[in-house]
């Protein structure tokens, strides 16, 4: 089922949904399944499973010259996706994204998605390797998350990108988008960032998943500047536990968002990580209440394959 079918179905009453993250590679898929256990009774709708491209790699020879190698730490997205489907009752969205891959890798992964029975895509742009300073598209790939929302519509017309096929099968996604109430960090304000948000949903996005924030009043904000300009599609709302010290510098940094200072001078008096988390627990409980209070149509979690925070969340919110 479609996630804006979910939604519809839930007539108003607050969802929970979360994200998990493929493990690495050579990993165990068990692993996936001990984190999400203890999650399905709250009874998930949908799970994201995110998508990774290829990183490189520098293997040092005896000789001293660095050879440059690819890997991708994380593949598996599609067969996570199968497996969910057949474990749970839940419908599994992959993200899909521009960077790493060509258009041609994007329609045969879509094509395997289509087969399974998948019905949802979060479409993406990715983000620019460690190596390099900027997103760089792939040669024969897709530039923007637009433009990747193009493609996939095209297909859910029957459009593939080989022109000859006639009859084509038509796909049916329904396709999310990321939006940023903080804005995306290489948009020059957030009314740039917000244009070009409302240029995905005009092209086709049935709905938003937004970053994570610790302020609720940066979502309420975000949500009434969408409306402003025309944005109608359900807004959910990204959460993440907070969990250690060092998230205070790496959240910031990695993700662009701001932390408020209640948060920072409460987990600042912690002494160890064990309290950190309940922090970061009270802190989720309190976010969620209040957006599920303003009616939020789903509240997603960023789990990162650790279900005990948002677990105790969960218990007190659902
Ligand atoms: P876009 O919508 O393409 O926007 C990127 C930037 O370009 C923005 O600054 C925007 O304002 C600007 N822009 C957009 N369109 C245009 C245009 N036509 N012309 C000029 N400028 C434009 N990354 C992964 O690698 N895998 C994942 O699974 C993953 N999951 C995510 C899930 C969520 C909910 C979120 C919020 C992010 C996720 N990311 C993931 C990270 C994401 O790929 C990065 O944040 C990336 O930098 C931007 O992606 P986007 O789809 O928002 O890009």
């Not at 994201?48 to 520098?58: A, I, K, M, N, Q």
């Not at 489907?85 to 969205?93: A, G, I, N, S, T």
């Not at 095209?154 to 988008?177: H, R, S």
């Not at 979690?301 to 659902?318: C, D, L, P, R, T």
Request: aromatic share 10%; charged share 25%.
């Amino acid at each position: 089922m479609k996630v804006t079918e979910h939604i519809a179905n839930a007539k108003g009453n607050t969802l929970f949904s979360l994200e998990i993250i493929p493990p690495k590679k050579g990993e165990n898929i068990q692993n996936i399944f001990d984190h999400l256990d203890p999650l399905m009774e709250f009874n998930p709708p949908f799970i994201d499973v995110t998508y990774h491209r290829e990183e490189y790699v520098y293997k040092k020879h005896p000789n001293g010259l660095l050879e440059k190698k690819t890997t991708r730490k994380r593949p598996g997205t599609v067969g996570i996706c199968a497996a969910l489907k057949h474990r749970y009752d839940v419908d599994p969205v992959p993200h899909i994204i521009c960077g790493g891959f060509t258009k041609e890798e994007t329609e045969n992964a879509l094509i395997d998605l289509n087969f399974l029975g998948i019905d949802n895509v979060l479409v993406l742009r990715g983000d620019a390797i460690k190596s390099e300073p900027k997103f760089t598209p792939e040669p024969g790939g897709n530039d923007y998350a637009i433009d990747l929302l193009h493609q996939v519509k095209g297909m859910n017309e029957g459009k593939y990108l080989d022109d000859e096929m006639e009859n084509a099968n038509p796909t049916d996604f329904c396709i999310g988008v990321a939006g940023y109430p903080e804005k995306h960090f290489e948009a020059p304000s957030l009314n740039s960032d917000l244009k070009f948000l409302k240029q995905k949903v005009d092209a086709g996005a049935k709905y938003i998943v937004t970053q994570m924030f610790f302020d609720n009043q940066k979502f309420f904000d975000f949500e009434k500047k969408c409306k402003e300009i025309g944005i109608d599609v359900p807004i959910i709302p990204g959460l993440k536990p907070f969990k250690t010290k060092s998230q205070l510098s790496v959240l910031p940094s990695f993700f662009k968002i701001d932390l408020p200072d209640a948060l920072v001078d409460a987990v600042e008096k912690c002494k160890d990580n064990k309290e950190v988390q309940e922090v970061g627990i009270e802190w989720g409980i309190q976010q969620s209440q209040e957006l599920k209070a303003h009616g939020v149509p789903v509240l997603h979690y960023y789990s990162m394959g650790k279900s005990s925070s948002v677990q105790k969340i969960a218990k007190e919110v659902f």
